[in-house]
Each structure stands twice: as structure tokens, then as C-alpha cells.
């Protein structure tokens, strides 16, 4: 009795369909290895399945593809070799992204040449600043000497 109501169950169509999970495919597939009796019903509705599907499908005789084949069938005249079209648009657009590009590298190698005198010349301002705060100190220590030499004291 547990064979009949499995197969009643509707889950053999669900199999055939391919709606099932996983897990109960597989337990389908061992049922059916079990049970001859099921496996001949999944046999069955794959058979029902086919012929159902047979018959909603048009049938073209060999007789009517070659009538629709030969009033497709056009006459075969010469093939006319074509030049293929150079479009110079195209290549002008190459060329622009090209020299667009090339520009574009060459700022930014005068922007890297620039940035890098900035920076020396930076360094030598701070430099230079150093120097001359070191004159002025040297500067303000000899002033009294310079005063005695001068005798303004």
C-alpha cells in the first residue's frame, strides 16, 4: 500500500519536472532503484510527457520544407566586391586621443620639473635665512668692537 499512495502523491510528476529539492531527489532516486513499480511510473510520465509534447509540435513534411525552401530560394547573381570604407573621422579621433595624450604627459612633466625647483628653491630661501640671521648675530656681537675702533664710546 505504501507504493500506491507514493505514487499518488503527485511527488513522481514533481520528479519528473525537475521540482524538487535536492534531498528529495534523492530519495526519489533511491525509491525508484527499490521499487520497480515506481520506476516504471516515472518511465510512464516521461513517456506521457514526451507524447504530449509531440503532439502540440507542427509536423513539415520533407515535401513542404523543399516547396518553402525553393520560393526562399533566390537566384545567384555575382558577388560585387565592396572596398572597405576608410572612415577618417575615426582615425582623426585616434590621433586626437593621441596627441591629447602626449599633451597630457608633457604638462604634467613641466608641473614635476616646477614642483622640483619650488622645493630647491625653498630649501635655499630657508638656508639663506639661516645664514643671515647667523651674519646678523655675528654682525650685533661686533658692533661694540667696531664702536671702540670708531671711538664713538
Known amino acids: 500500500m505504501e507504493t ?7 511527488i513522481l510528476e514533481l520528479y519528473v519536472y525537475g521540482l524538487l529539492s535536492e534531498a528529495e531527489n534523492i530519495e526519489v532516486a ?6 520497480p513499480a515506481i520506476n ?10 514526451v507524447a504530449l509534447s ?3 509540435s507542427p509536423f513539415h513534411s520533407v515535401a513542404n520544407y523543399e516547396k518553402i525552401k525553393a520560393k526562399l530560394e533566390l537566384k545567384h547573381a555575382d558577388v560585387i566586391e565592396l572596398e572597405p570604407s576608410r ?5 582623426m579621433g585616434w590621433a586626437a586621443a593621441i596627441i591629447l595624450l602626449l599633451g597630457i604627459g608633457y604638462q604634467y612633466n613641466q608641473l614635476d620639473q616646477t614642483s622640483n625647483k619650488v622645493t630647491t ?3 635655499e630661501k630657508v638656508k639663506l635665512e639661516k645664514d643671515l640671521n647667523a651674519l646678523q648675530l655675528k ?6 668692537s667696531v ?4 671711538g664713538e664710546c
Open 40 to 49: 516504471d511510473e516515472i518511465i510512464a510520465i516521461e513517456k506521457a510527457i
Open 87 to 91: 572612415n577618417w573621422s575615426q582615425y
Open 4 to 10: 500506491k499512495q507514493y505514487i499518488e502523491s503527485g
Open 121 to 123: 628653491t625653498t630649501i
Open 30 to 35: 533511491e525509491m525508484a532503484k527499490k521499487n
Open 139 to 144: 654682525n650685533m656681537a661686533n658692533e661694540p
Open 54 to 56: 509531440s503532439s502540440f
Open 147 to 150: 664702536g671702540v675702533v670708531r
